[in-house]
Structure formats: C-alpha cells, structure tokens
C-alpha cells in the first residue's frame, strides 16, 4: 500500500469520477485506474462500484476513507514539521475568514510578511459553514470567524468581545441614538446576511428565543453589497459592531442579554501546527 495509492483514492471518493479525479492529479485515467485497482487487491475487497461510467463507495470503501484520510493527513504533518526546520524560509499559510475581520487580519498579514517575505498565504473569505467545511478538509490552516458553540473536534482562541448593532445611514434619525432595544427594531426595513453567515444564525437564534418577527426585505450574500444598500437609508442591518468601518453609516447598539460576539481563532484539534501558524496567530 502506497501513500500515492491513498491520494488517488481520496480524490476519486470526493469527485465519485475517475476522468475527473485523474485530471485533478495530472495522471491519465488508466494510471489512476489501475492503481486504485492495486490498492483493492491489497485489501481485498472493493472500494467502488462501477456501474457504467459512474462510480460510487462500497461499504468498505467508506470504512476505509477514514483510515486513508488520517493516513495522507499524518504523512503531510511530517512534512510540515521538517519544512519548519528551516526557519521559515519557506512554505505556505492557508487562512479562512469572515468579512467582519478583515482589518484585524490585513493588519496582521502585513506585519507578519515584512517579517517573514518567503511564507507564501493564501487568504479565503466565506461564510462560517464554508470555512468549517474547508477546515475539516484541511484546506485551511485556520479560520477567523465568531464563536457559535464549543466543539470537541476544535480548538478556540479567543481573540475579542464585539457588540451586535443596528446599521443604519449616517442621515438616518436613528443614527444619534447610544442603543436600541431589539423589539424596536423588529418595525424597521430590514436587509441581513443570507444563510451561512454565523451573523444571520445569532440573530434567528435570539429572535426565536425572544419570540420576534423581523421585517426582512433583502437577504444577500455579499456584505459589502449589504451595507452599499444601507447606505441609500431604504434599509437597515444587523451586524457585529466590527464588520462596520464606513463614514457614511452608524453602529447602534443592541440592548439584552447575550448581545456580544467573540471574535475567535479555530483550528482543527490533535492537527500539526507549523510554525508560521502559531507566529501568524500571535500576530493577531
């Protein structure tokens, strides 16, 4: 059994297409075929049923993508730890986060490159579901998002608490106001982050618990385009008091319990942390 075999495997598991998965890889159809092929006989049994073209997991193909995951997951944290012998003179960083963080983290980025020129980041905005999910599939090195639960397959660094607000137009009548109750604004036009966002499940949360109806109008996935429709003063939104840095739109405070978020960094548990993370982290 060869690493490579597993990767192949991987890959052919995900896309469920052996033409797709062996175009991924950069090897021919057949190569992919016939290792797959290989890694059967070894085991003994299936992985796949091929009916036609399409290709689906046996049973034990799916009790056996575990073992391969851990496998290919273990091998690439041994690599990990011999590039972080060269003093990060090389290597990548892979960071997931949310819209409402991005002055924390350019902040950061900026100081860790001058520091460190050769670490190669790629920077992946999403919502918190997208990132998670990115996360599990190791993809990312880390996420920067809002605390929703404590998971036991996660580990949280707190990072700061900031305030749920209503954002309105600087013009609006309600931008000179210190706070708002949240009943008060449950009359108001309103425009949210669509699902996915851990924004929009705070608010449904706390809704539902306060038994509330908002006056939702637009739902949008783009938070820059959200506050570009405040701005008009036809709208208004619910957000953290951190993902607004604008002149021409007021933060109001929510009144009532359990009206903080806290700003976090998430990683997989029991997973290598190379050295450029945790130095990128206390940058942040």
């Known amino acids: 059994m060869e690493l490579r075999q597993l990767k192949y495997f991987l890959k052919a598991k995900e896309l469920l297409n052996f033409t797709e998965a062996s175009k991924h890889l950069n090897i021919s159809q057949s190569t992919l075929s016939q290792q797959i092929k290989q890694l059967e006989e070894e085991i003994g049994i299936p992985l796949f049923n091929r009916i036609g073209k399409r290709i689906t997991l046996t049973e034990a193909g799916l009790l056996f993508s575990e073992f391969a995951f851990q496998s290919v997951q273990k091998s690439n944290e041994g690599l990990m730890m011999m590039k972080d012998l060269n003093k990060l003179n090389s290597g990548s960083l892979s960071i997931g986060i949310t819209y409402a963080l991005r002055h924390l983290l350019t902040k950061a980025l900026i100081a860790f490159s001058r520091q460190y020129p050769k670490i190669k980041i790629n920077i992946v ?160």
């Open 125 to 284: 905005f999403g919502t918190t579901s997208e990132l998670i999910e990115k996360l599990n599939t190791t993809e990312l090195d880390f996420i920067l998002t809002f605390k929703e639960s404590d998971e036991s397959d996660y580990d949280y660094r707190s990072l700061f608490f900031s305030p749920m607000t209503l954002v309105v137009a600087k013009d609006s009548e309600f931008s000179k106001l210190s706070s708002i109750a949240l009943k008060d604004i449950m009359k108001l036009p309103l425009a949210l982050p669509a699902k996915g966002y851990s924004t929009i499940q705070f608010i449904k949360g706390i809704l539902k618990k306060e038994k509330l109806e908002p006056n939702v109008l637009i739902e949008i996935n783009d938070i820059p385009t959200l506050l570009e429709l405040v701005k008009t003063g036809n709208w208004n939104t619910i957000l953290t008091q951190v993902s607004v840095d604008d002149p021409d739109l007021a933060t109001i405070k929510i009144r009532g319990k359990n009206m903080l978020r806290e700003a976090t960094i998430i990683s997989l548990k029991n997973m290598y942390q190379k050295k450029s993370v945790k130095i990128f982290q206390e940058f942040l």
